[in-house]
């Protein structure tokens, strides 16, 4: 099981840290990723660390503002965004899975995966 949290009403340019508590598997054998889908818009991968090799990868658009960290000891996963911004304002997403983070290659499709947690809401004023 995964459950993000952490979301809330922001202004721009605030900074943001959500969490995504886990169980029921252990890192090492997962990966765990973050998306999120704003309103009337596909799903993006933002983030994913792969559990064997501690390896952090970040789709385009999440390099530079996110930072994906895990803390093993705690079963949590966080993504911290920095500067937020109102097309920021989506659902975020934790996932994990069995496969490696670079099976997502380029497309970062982390919404493919196989456990996802309930979303956490973030929204971001002008």
């Known amino acids: 099981q995964l459950q993000a949290s952490g979301g809330g009403l922001v202004q721009r340019g605030d900074s943001l840290g959500l969490s995504c508590v886990y169980s029921?598997?252990?890192?090492?054998?997962?990966?765990i990723a973050w998306f999120r889908q704003a309103p009337g818009k596909y799903r993006e991968g933002l983030s994913c660390i792969t559990g064997t090799s501690r390896t952090t990868y970040y789709s385009d658009s999440a390099k530079g503002r996110f930072t994906m960290s895990s803390d093993n000891a705690g079963n949590t996963a966080y993504l911290h965004v920095d500067s937020l911004k109102p097309e920021d304002t989506a659902v975020y997403y934790c996932?994990?899975?069995?496969?490696?983070?670079?099976?997502?290659?380029?497309?970062?499709?982390?919404?493919?995966?196989?456990?996802w947690g309930k979303g956490t809401q973030v929204t971001v004023s002008s």
């Open positions: 996932a994990a899975d069995q496969a490696s983070c670079e099976n997502y290659g380029d497309s970062h499709d982390y919404d493919s995966m196989w456990y």
């Open positions: 029921g598997f252990t890192f090492d054998d997962y990966s």
